[in-house]
């Protein structure tokens, strides 16, 4: 029988208590205490689950850019046992996103899927510019009215759904339901997820694909020039199944909404919190607007979206010391690698002006594609906000989802000045 070490065994309850704090309200208020605490224990230190936990902000760079490093894909998780929370059904169905595979699957898909390239930016900036200035009459409206509004009700809910929705010519009625599904769907990523948790995935990821596969076998009907109708036809020239040619075009429709909605959505409140939590920061923003497009990337750098990215290793290798057995994974504390002061001068500030490097879109051939959406709507948003409202200040401190790894911030409550 093998023992254990005292050692051994008390590190790793401490860093279970670490993560158990992590989900309290508390934990989720000011996360990065805590992560200062696990950056203590080393760049790599043991994850008391298996696997190993990164904090290094140089080393979650070099795993995310690194072909030795890979998504845990649909063979890694099948590999772990159909008991596992990696074949819940929502696990299974997230594995065939672009997201989670690896080439030459994920250089398929990605040909397929396209990009938002400067082309499609501009053609999407009518609707954004249309859709800000709408939600920003809604918040003047309730704040004349109520004294009060919830940003995150009026406005970085509404912006992300309204703009993807758009796109895809989905319909209006449709947006509320699709919304709800994607803050659902989102615990089969989270980092522990608990069976409950995994319950709701599966039940919200079901009816995500029966609605995505009506619309692709729909568009099919009544092809469009709208990015559904077109990505159907590219997999009709990959693929002469026509059941497996709907799956391949439903996962590419799956992905932009999920890709689209819950981060950003999360990227537009963490931007207006920042904004409106300091008075300096809107007069300063509102005086010098060159500065939006570093108040963004420095919101993104300060609190992320999302603060774990997972990895597996492609063999076995060695990173910083520590070896790694092929399959073996880490779990990359992005939230953690932000505020490395190895890599940033004083990471616990918020500096305007800072325009950081950060790995809040990823790294490597699993860049984010939707990059360049969601900067052109948290920077047409703060554009908007500080141009022609007057300041606002924050009414309390908003509540925070239970998550570790995906932020989302469940009201922001603000009032003028």
């Known amino acids: 029988m093998v023992t254990e070490t005292p050692t051994l065994t008390t590190d790793r309850r401490a860093t279970l208590s670490l993560f158990s704090r992590l989900r309290t309200a508390e934990g989720q208020k000011d996360p990065y205490p805590i992560y200062q605490q696990l950056r203590a224990r080393g760049g790599v230190a043991p994850a008391p689950w298996g696997g190993h936990l990164v904090t290094s902000f140089e080393l979650c760079d070099r795993i995310l850019r690194s072909g030795d490093w890979l998504e845990p894909d649909k063979r890694w998780r099948e590999k772990q046992g159909a008991r596992t929370r990696w074949n819940a059904s929502s696990a299974r169905e997230i594995s065939s996103t672009l997201p989670a595979l690896n080439p030459p699957e994920h250089t398929r898909a990605r040909r397929v899927t396209g990009s938002f390239d400067r082309g499609t930016i501009q053609g999407l900036s009518a609707t954004v510019d249309g859709t800000v200035e709408r939600l920003c009459d809604s918040l003047a409206g309730r704040l004349r009215d109520d004294g009060t509004a919830d940003f995150v009700e009026l406005v970085s809910e509404e912006l992300p ?16 339901y699709l919304r709800e599904l994607t803050h659902e769907q989102v615990f089969t990523q989270e980092l522990l997820p608990a069976a409950s948790q995994l319950a709701r995935s599966d039940t919200a990821m079901a009816q995500l694909r ?14 469009g020039d709208d990015p559904v109708s077109q990505w159907t036809r590219k997999w009709d020239d990959l693929e002469p199944d026509r059941e497996k040619a709907d799956e391949g075009a439903y996962y590419v429709a799956l992905f932009a909404l999920l ?54 290793a492609a063999t076995d290798c060695e990173l910083s010391g520590t070896s790694f057995r092929a399959d073996e994974m880490v779990h990359l504390m992005v939230g953690a690698a ?10 616990e500030r918020f500096h ?26 948290a920077q047409t948003l703060l554009r908007e906000l500080t141009r022609r409202l007057p300041r606002l200040t924050l009414v309390r401190r908003p509540t925070m989802a239970p998550r570790v790894a995906f932020r989302r911030l469940m009201n922001l409550d603000v009032a003028l000045a």
Do not use: N
């Open 210 to 223: 029966a609605y995505f596969l009506e619309l692709v076998r729909d568009r099919r009907r009544q092809p």
């Open 338 to 347: 932000h505020h490395d002061p190895d890599k940033y001068a004083e990471p």
């Open 259 to 312: 890709a689209a909605l819950e981060t950003t959505s999360t990227l537009l409140s963490l931007m207006a919190l920042r904004l409106v939590e300091e008075p300096d920061r809107w007069q300063q923003v509102a005086e010098v607007p060159d500065q939006i497009p570093s108040f963004v990337e420095e919101t993104l750098r300060y609190d992320s979206p999302v603060h774990v990215i997972s990895r597996v």
């Open 352 to 377: 305007v002006s800072r325009r950081p490097t950060h790995l809040a879109f990823s790294g490597g051939i699993h860049y984010c594609l939707g990059a360049p959406l969601a900067r052109l709507e």
């Open 161 to 176: 759904v309204a703009t993807i929705g758009s796109w895809l010519s989905i319909p209006a009625a449709d947006w509320p």
